[in-house]
C-alpha cells in the first residue's frame, strides 16, 4: 500500500520545540519533492516548508521562516520538520504530501498525502 503517515505531533509549550517525521511506505521519497501542510481550526490548509528533490532546495512560509527546518534522510524513507521557537498560533494538523511536479505549494499538484499529526501550542 502506497502512502505516507506523519508521527511526532503534540501538545508543547510556547517556546517549545517538536521535530514532525513523514516516512513513506510502498514508495521511496527520494523521487518526490516533499511538503509540509497544516490546517488550523476553522481555516484553509497552507503550505508551510517544502524540499525537492534535492536537498538544497527548500523553501519556507514566511511566518516559519527562521523557526523550522526541513531535511530529508532518503536512506530512511524519511521527511523531517524540526519545529522550534513554537508559537500557539503553530497549533494545527501537520499533514506531509508528495509530488512530483513543479510548485510546492499547489495542492492539487500533490500525488500522495499523509493523514495528518497534531501538534497544539499551548501553556
Known amino acids: 500500500q502506497l502512502q505516507l503517515v506523519e508521527s511526532g505531533g503534540g501538545l508543547v509549550q510556547p517556546g517549545g520545540s517538536l521535530r514532525l517525521s513523514c516516512a513513506a511506505s510502498?514508495?521511496?521519497?527520494?523521487?518526490?519533492?516533499i511538503v509540509w501542510f497544516r490546517q488550523a481550526p476553522g481555516k484553509e490548509r497552507e503550505g508551510v516548508s517544502c524540499?525537492?528533490?534535492?536537498?538544497?532546495?527548500?523553501a519556507y512560509a514566511d511566518s516559519v521562516k527562521g523557526r523550522f527546518t526541513i531535511s530529508r534522510e532518503n536512506a530512511k524513507n524519511t521527511v523531517y520538520l524540526q519545529m522550534n521557537s513554537l508559537k500557539p498560533e503553530d497549533t494545527a494538523v501537520y499533514y506531509c504530501?508528495?509530488?512530483?511536479?513543479?510548485?510546492?505549494?499547489?495542492?492539487?499538484?500533490?500525488?500522495?498525502w499523509g493523514k495528518g499529526t497534531l501538534v497544539t501550542v499551548s501553556s
Open positions: 524540499i525537492g528533490r534535492s536537498i538544497d532546495i527548500t
Open positions: 504530501a508528495a509530488t512530483l511536479r513543479l510548485g510546492c505549494w499547489n495542492q492539487n499538484n500533490m500525488r500522495y
Open positions: 510502498g514508495f521511496t521519497l527520494d523521487g518526490y519533492a
